[in-house]
């Protein structure tokens, strides 16, 4: 059941995914020469993301979910079915990542070895954080009503971060602290989704158990 409901999912959103293919293979020929490849393939990860949002505009124009409730799929299955397309479309979009960045790997290295830039792994964790913090509010509201909160959740953390670096509120670290940071945050990022996706979960099917569509 759950593989049909991304399917569906998947077909309305086949367009979305067609732009992001031509896009790739444009950058893709383009990072060959570029400098910036692995930085700018990064942002696969949100676009990907970002796509699987369109999906419950798409259900709500439909009245899909009033539909399906009258057939053998129940809110559980429902639920899960938005939490599986989300980490789908960020794994795609991982994927996508990690590709655009080969032609200048390949290129540019003179020893080629297959690595996944520290950006990529920075943007996976932020896109998945993202869509664990999106997927009960859009449940509560629908994809109308949370659109100012989408653009909330992409601006704030930036303005924030100029905000402190301007008023220098953020915290002088010597490279020691730094490299102590970084030893542990593969742990802390894992940790931190694990929780934080059994509270996403746990909060959306208390969402549309209780609604009324």
Do not use: H
């Not at 293919?21 to 444009?26: A, D, H, S």
């Not at 700018?40 to 399906?68: G, H, T």
Request: net charge positive; with cysteine; glycine share 6%.
């Amino acid at each position: 059941m759950l593989r049909g409901l991304l399917l569906k999912d998947l077909l309305i959103l086949k367009k979305g995914l067609l732009m992001g293919g031509t896009i790739l293979v444009f950058y893709s020929i383009l990072g060959i020469y570029g400098e910036e490849a692995s930085s700018f393939s990064a942002y696969f990860l949100l676009f990907f993301s970002l796509i699987s949002i369109s999906s419950y505009a798409y259900d709500e124009q439909a009245r899909w979910v009033p539909y399906a409730l009258t057939t053998t799929i129940n809110r559980t299955k429902l639920v899960q079915s938005k939490y599986l397309l989300a980490f789908f479309m960020i794994g795609l979009g991982f994927l996508c990542s990690f590709l655009l960045s080969l032609p200048y790997q390949i290129v540019q290295s003179n020893t080629f070895v297959l690595t996944i830039s520290p950006i990529t792994w920075g943007f996976l964790y932020v896109s998945i954080l993202f869509n664990l913090i999106l997927l009960p509010i859009l449940f509560k509201l629908g994809s109308e009503n949370s659109r100012i909160i989408i653009f909330a959740l992409c601006a704030l953390p930036t303005i924030l971060l100029v905000i402190l670096d301007k008023y220098n509120f953020l915290p002088d670290m010597n490279q020691a602290t730094i490299e102590s940071i970084i030893k542990y945050l593969p742990y802390i990022g894992v940790i931190t989704i694990l929780i934080l996706g059994l509270l996403s979960y746990s909060i959306s099917l208390k969402i549309v158990k209780k609604k009324d569509f």
